[in-house]
């Protein structure tokens, strides 16, 4: 059986569809094709292609010791959502341009590929509360979710409410308008995640952080 393949070999079959300037031509066909893709299609072009790096760089959190979860949570923590003895719930405060965006992560330090069997286990009905949640929220027509993990060690999976009724915002899009949209209030951002919460406080117990409480 032929091994999975190289990142070399995976570099070298972009490398052999870049055109002039190492750059890869816009494939209006996919994305840019959507009626919801945000930018015009005339004046765009793709980045030239970076050398394949020697070896993926370390992320924050690798060292158990180094991570945010060494210490116990701090139940007055500014973005925090709502807790309990084995999860935590986030927001950001400063405000996304969405009407609600936050992030999962288990007290245990792990990441998804190496989320022990019983905290695994708690995962999938978190996932499925968490985002009823955020669909109930009037201002949200769809949750949409994120595992990212190239900054970070520990396991944040991100749930981004995308706006109702703005269709334009549909699908992997979202995240592009996201970065130009104005940013939400903290007090507004404060009412969008207190319903999350007492769903969550209702089903696992644990407390109301103070994002939910201001």
């Not at 750059?23 to 209006?28: E, K, N, S, Y």
């Not at 072009?45 to 970076?50: D, G, R, V, Y």
């Not at 999938?124 to 929220?137: D, K, N, Q």
């Not at 970070?152 to 981004?160: D, E, R, S, T």
Request: with cysteine; proline share 11%.
């Amino acid at each position: 059986m032929d091994a999975p393949e190289s990142p070399e070999d995976y570099y070298a079959r972009i490398e052999a569809a870049l055109g002039d300037e190492r750059r890869l031509p816009v494939a209006v066909e996919e994305m840019p094709g959507w009626d919801i893709y945000p930018y015009e299609i005339d004046s765009l072009k793709i980045k030239p292609l970076a050398p394949l790096a020697d070896a993926e760089p370390a992320r924050r959190g690798e060292d158990p010791e180094t991570c945010w979860c060494a210490q116990p949570v701090d139940p007055e923590a500014d973005g925090l959502v709502w807790s309990n003895d084995e999860w935590k719930l986030s927001t950001d405060l400063a405000g996304s341009g969405l009407p609600i965006m936050v992030w999962l992560s288990p007290l245990t330090h792990c990441d998804l590929p190496t989320m022990p069997p019983a905290v695994a286990a708690g995962l999938g009905p978190l996932i499925a509360m968490v985002s009823a949640a955020v669909e109930e929220l009037p201002s949200v027509g769809r949750v949409q979710l994120a595992k990212y993990g190239d900054g970070g060690a520990h396991l944040h999976l991100l749930f981004m409410g995308r706006p109702a009724r703005i269709l334009q915002f549909r699908g992997s899009p979202m995240l592009d308008w996201e970065e130009n949209l104005p940013r939400v209030p903290a007090e507004v951002v404060a009412r969008n995640v207190r319903p999350v919460a007492e769903a969550l406080v209702a089903a696992y117990g644990g407390r109301l952080g103070p994002a939910a409480r201001d």
